[in-house]
């Protein structure tokens, strides 16, 4: 993604140090990826939009999660 992207990962993991799906199950990981909420497919105003942003430990399981917070709804994710 290039330069400026790693630049905005990395400031969104200095403010946001923790995995948010580990975080509302009680443990805290640190985020290792920032990925989006809602698939951005290539639209650059929502790639760039940081109330997408979601950091995550980049695992199978929290690619599972994932899939359930885009079928549900993250705020129905929270809840479970």
């Known amino acids: 993604y290039g330069k400026k ?3 905005e ?3 969104y993991l200095w403010r946001n140090p923790l ?3 580990c975080r509302a199950k009680g443990k805290f990981v640190q985020a290792t990826v920032v990925d989006h909420i809602r698939p951005h497919k290539g639209d650059k105003k929502l790639f760039w939009d ?3 942003f ?3 430990v980049f695992t199978s399981v929290m690619i599972q999660e994932k899939a ?3 079928h ?3 705020f129905y994710y ?3």
Do not use: D, P, T, Y
């Open 5 to 7: 992207w790693q630049e």
């Open 9 to 11: 990962r990395k400031n």
């Open 19 to 21: 995995c948010v799906c």
């Open 50 to 52: 940081k109330c997408a």
């Open 54 to 56: 979601l950091g995550m």
């Open 68 to 70: 359930l917070i885009l």
């Open 72 to 74: 549900r709804g993250f």
């Open 78 to 80: 929270l809840l479970l």
